[in-house]
């Protein structure tokens, strides 16, 4: 009898692990949610595959594996049932404001949400970039502002997180010790919500646009429009800072910022060429870090998703495209991740199981590529020259995004 139960317990966790983990190829890529082609919104309670999102620029897993999906122009959070494949509604109705906090998270309104992050305590953190708030919705479903005043600005250090102005921040963060980190990228600073005094306070960026301050303290560095942020295990926090096409990394001890990848030129240069300080990077906009501490850049502008490999010993670092060919567009999905089509990758994590989830933002799909630390596309591919010129230049900001924000920003 105890051998029956051990192999009924042994078959449910395999299936579980079946319908989180896909039996595709390593390295292929697959769609997870949504439908390619123009921004829209349906599917609510039927299989996610058939939903429509409307630029979707934030993902998230909470500890079951579900996923969670910032679907910015439609204004809402949205999760998929990792078991049944279906979508729903967490957070945000049919039109974009600021209303119901501290009530129902789906009866509240929400202003072209962007960053998601989940906390140890299943709390999940939404840059609400419209409404110039940080909100959160805790496990039973109620949504409370936890920074910002709803104010566009920047009035100081050391006030209180629910009453300082934040500017459209699009970048959020837990660090190992449970702090909130958010990229006000505005006003080009990194600001932590300090968890003994309830203060904001800025870690990273004087809130000058610029690029200076390498090799000294992160609070007199400068940045220019950071977006993602991210913690490794030993509390050492990565920078996309988008509009200097760098990567930047801030020692958890010393509090000294580096580059590690980009020297500060837009463009596409540098896979498996050279050290990863001398890469051309384009607006790079979605950070992930895998199981053996390599970075994992959504080179946004690039139509490309890239791997920063710094190998200490050796004192080597490079970079490699695993993800995209440089084509905008769609072209399908179920091929080696090399071979496709993107359109402004961004937002992305890896999952215990080493699969990479994305959002694919200008073609509306979340996406998901198998054992992604395990790929190696071949170097003499053609993916690894020059971008295939394209009639429209405008970047993934002038395209999606400005637009709809400067009209947002209007209405208040």
Request: charged share 25%; hydrophobic share 35%.
């Amino acid at each position: 009898m105890k051998k029956l139960i051990l192999l009924t317990m042994i078959c449910l966790i395999a299936g579980v692990a079946q319908a989180e983990v896909p039996l595709t190829g390593k390295g292929e890529i697959e769609d997870i949610a949504g439908v390619p082609g123009k921004r829209a919104y349906s599917g609510d309670g039927s299989d996610a595959l058939k939903a429509h999102f409307a630029s979707p620029m934030g993902i998230a897993e909470d500890r079951w594996h579900n996923i969670y999906i910032a679907d910015t122009l439609n204004h809402r959070v949205r999760r998929v049932d990792v078991r049944s494949g279906f979508v729903d509604t967490l957070a945000g109705i049919d039109r974009s404001g600021f209303f119901n906090d501290g009530g129902h998270a789906d009866m509240a309104s929400l202003k072209g949400p962007t960053a998601l992050v989940f906390d140890k305590f299943g709390n999940l953190f939404i840059a609400d970039t419209g409404n110039n708030r940080i909100r959160m919705v805790t496990p039973k479903g109620y949504i409370y502002t936890v920074a910002g005043d709803g104010r566009r600005g920047y009035n100081g250090e050391g006030t209180k997180a629910t009453a300082s102005p934040l500017n459209s921040p699009m970048g959020l963060a837990i660090s190992p010790t449970g702090e909130i980190y958010i990229a006000d990228t505005g006003n080009n600073r990194i600001r932590r919500i300090n968890r003994s005094t309830g203060l904001l306070e800025t870690v990273v960026g004087t809130g000058i646009p610029g690029d200076d301050g390498d090799d000294g303290l992160a609070a007199d560095a400068q940045l220019n429009k950071p977006t993602a942020i991210l913690f490794d295990k030993h509390g050492n926090l990565f920078i996309a800072d988008t509009r200097n096409h760098k990567i930047r990394f801030v020692d958890h001890k010393s509090k000294r910022i580096f580059t590690i990848a980009g020297d500060g030129t837009e463009g596409y240069k540098g896979d498996n060429d050279g050290r990863s300080r001398d890469a051309w990077f384009n607006d790079p906009t979605g950070l992930a870090i895998d199981r053996l501490g390599r970075i994992y850049v959504s080179d946004t502008d690039n139509q490309r998703i890239r791997r920063i490999t710094i190998d200490v010993p050796r004192r080597k670092s490079y970079v490699e495209t695993v993800v995209g060919n440089g084509v905008r567009g769609y072209n399908g999905d179920d091929m080696d991740s090399w071979d496709v089509y993107l359109a402004y990758p961004g937002a992305m994590y890896i999952s215990d199981w080493d699969m990479l989830y994305f959002v694919d933002v200008g073609n509306n799909v979340i996406r998901r590529v198998q054992d992604i630390s395990k790929v190696y596309p071949p170097t003499s591919y053609s993916s690894y020259g020059q971008p295939a010129e394209e009639t429209d230049s405008r970047t993934f900001y002038e395209v999606l995004f400005k637009p709809q924000m400067e009209a947002m920003q209007m209405e208040k």
